[in-house]
């Protein structure tokens, strides 16, 4: 009867602790809130099926020897997976708006100021009792107001791993919140007549001006922002491949295979730090709570922006798609297409907030070199 | 270990093995059987809205993230 | 001269052993079994080759810096590959037949006779001279009976790496033999008036329950036995990809990319194991008589639990979809309604048989699981 | 580094932060209209021979890509 | 204020030397080639962008830190990838025209001279001041002559890997240029009648002849020439893949994800070598000119042979195939069959000229074996 | 090593390379001639059954995959 005795000692039940009960709860939620409310599922049922492997007592698949674990170390310390994932993000995206319009950077950059309001937020809260936020911990918690999955990841992955998990679900959760966000935002600080504004028609973007934007966009953040060069390089890059025309195969592959497998044994090694120790306390709430705020300071920053460029022009941009700024791609543009048709039907802002939409995209990471320079690793 | 402890350990092996191999998909009849009759009674076909509408729904979501989470905390914090 | 003298030092044949000579014909033999027998060809041709190109004298391809070697210290050590495949394996596998009709898991347990028999077989055969097994070395040897190629290699890379090569290519030989190996013990167990028996037609099962379905069963695993939840848990969470519905991309990746990138990488890798010294002595005609045995009792085990349900259900379960318990799938499934059809060429056993088919899939991960828990590693 | 340090700390690196932001988005948004300018008056659309026609012209290329590399060789010894 | 300063301090204008400029400048030129002369993209692509991105000062993208040094750790220096595009090459080439005629064998033999007369070349160089090549950087300049990207990558990765960016940018160069470079000396070397030889049809080749030819292939390189074995087995085993007609599923994954994924990474890879220490010297000249001179030679080698064998046979072969044994599939064959319709336009000599294409392949990894065997590593 | 040295050790690889390169793709040229004809005397175009037909003869293989690793293993065993 040793036998039963140790093998009643291996069974989960014996060894479980209620942190990690708790955890697998969390796992199922996430996967609650991709499968049922449709939260970007792409990513919230990887990890959420990763924290509920990593948290299965004895199994250790999170650990050193696992297969979680050695994948987060291959994948996340590196910072591998979060650039490949932008490398595909710019082999699917198609830059020509913001070619047509360039101004539209400027929304993209306003919407950024929610990053860093929310570094003086993530300060403040220090003042409460239980919460005790490092500069390097509040970059990483303010970064999720870039609304940028990838980038977020990568950041947190270099200043705050212990908060990694914490982190990727509060920017994934609020990226999918986007439609309950902004619009009341976008409403509270606009009125009727901005709304309304028609924008006139963007022209038409060369192919040659398309080959040469990841060029431009890439040398000039080598020659002033060089820490912000791993992730703008790898978008150029993926972007490269997709508008140089020759190298089908190759874009094929980063949008596609590369980025669905990466895609996949990223949210499974994120997962794994879902563990209770580093998610039940009292921070994570300060992370969720920081997290909607930056999100709230960034569309109102954009739309701010988009109101006074409304005013600079005479009338010719539609404040709404100051709200597209903090990326959520594409999302975001879709929300300020929504809210402008509210207010006349026939008005079509999707194509004009793509601009500021991508542009977000180059704003936060630039964003996210900026604390890399500024603060750590 | 020689011979014959080994034979021993085997067939000690066999009859633990089989056995919890039985109990356990036993009990995971059981779980499934139960699981069905619970979703024929609580979400009877055709009513379950995933996927296939385009739901709109998420809009109580974000309060019940963090209630749930701060629920979570809680407790692990009384237990802890 | 003293070039062409160092040359001939450094051809293949003045380097070349006999084994190494008669593991290449090992290699080649396994190919033409895969090409022309049409055993699994998709790990047998990858094994043989790998058989090949790492018994060639000199050149290293499977040594610690050739790169067959660091494949198989990368995958197959690490144990990331049988994993990934097991999580393909979920991906690609519909588990309707086995919601349906639950109580067809004990069709899968009972298969698994064929494992704990087998051990005692392995030990029984230490009697003999030139065999002496470990504990260890024979329950690798034993799950040969689970049926289940990426389960014996995930548990041999763990228990026993030496008798790897040998294993792998006896679990997927016998795999491939399951046409052959199990129709006479299915006839000789069964009465002409079991073999007619029609079985009623299933119930339609929802999404929702398709759904859950991995959830149960990794929570069980978890719960109960988490040294199973590896295996289990990456086939569930592919089964999950598969059955949201909103991960269409990851769903693909893992039934096509990764599954057919991941086993050419441990087909080769596997073929790295076979190598004179390991493959050419006793134990390894011992490992294939017991891989043989453990086949034919799990099928027994199988279609003998079958007639039991058959007499405790009133004669409303065909005895012969026990038989596919052993998992194999769909090659077991396919037996059992040939088999039936035999008898009555019009009762169509193929989805009835599919039950017992998946539940084989899930018995040998336990069975795995249980005797990592109880032996080591 | 006590609370008071870190605020003032995380003011100036908002003061600063957005402030580069905003330059750096800015200079792309003068380099990006200069390089439509100068690609509309330059190589007028339609004009450029990328990749649809399947160019036959890489006559002169092998001492193109010498030339090139000569100069730069040249010009990186001069400079060490 | 100090922050400035450290902002200053961190940007990439201050830290940017002349040499890191130029090689910017050098991976744009590689891309430019690549777009517009459309050189080779599907590697000068990775490549140009590999140098744009690891000649970022400061960034140290293409450091041991950084992605791409890590990939070039992980692919190259352990020699995966080019293994692995050769798999990729085995899998996308039909050998057929090879196999009918398997005499074209010669004049891939032929070709491989342009390798070893560049070794001499090489040798004779250092010569001239500044110029200082010892064995293995000869023998991994001269490679290029085989016309074949992988294997040159392959054998300078494991002879000279400081010299690895220069050499692998000059052989695909070369290989881009196979129009330019061979028409005049396959005119100046033939006269109009060779030229104008029309070959006979070749035979059908069965499926059986197809499956064994690898196989043939490998065993005799494994018995004869082991050190070539890493490259030939990948490119067999590929070549089986393809031609087994039981395992589509891995041929296909051979020919797209693997290769695809695994071009752009090498590309990137590749790109890394290219900083200013390593590739803005003297030596760098002599590489190209050297690589040419291989070019060269090799294609007069292959003409000369082919005019040997039309005396041989009575003229039943046309020189002009001979052109094709450098490999550079299917470029060369290309050529062969422009240059003969300039004389004939209603002699096809494309598939004729695909026997020798082939057959260089095979000719320049026996080649790059040789190397490793008589020199290093 | 000297530079005269190199030269001398550069032909001599020459030499010895395009040697051993054109003998062993002669062997190739007369091992793929010698194979052919084999097939074409052996197994003439069409007899042969790979995988075009779904063929059912896997009926004596399990014999024959241990009766050939068992005279495998004899042979090995005589020989060490
Ligand atoms: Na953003
Ligand atoms: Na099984
Ligand atoms: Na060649």
Redesign the pocket.
Known sequence: MDEIQQLWLSTGIANLDWGQALMMGVGCLLIYLALVKKFEPLLLVPIGFGALLCNIPVAGIGGPDGLIGQVYHVGIESGAFPLLIFMGVGALTDFSALIARPSTLLL?AA??FGIFATLIGAVLLNGLPGFDFTMKEAASIAIIG???GP?AIFLASRLAPDMLGAIAVAAYSYMALVPIIQPPIMRALTTQKERAVVMEQMRPVSRLERILFPFVVLILCALLLPSAAPLIGMLTFGNLLREAGVVERLSRAAQNEIINIVTILLGLAVGSKLSADKFLNLETLGILLLGAFAFCIGTAAGVVMGKIMCYATGGKVNPLIGAAG??AVPMAARVANKVGQETDPHNFLLMHAMGPNVA??I??AVAAGLLLALIGP | MNESTLLIESLRLMVIGMGIVYAFLLLLVGVLRLMSSLILRLAPEEALPLATTPTQSPSSAPDDLIAVIAAAVARYRRQH
């Open positions: 993209g919407a950024q870039g609304a940028d980038t903090v990326s977000g995209v704003g936060s």
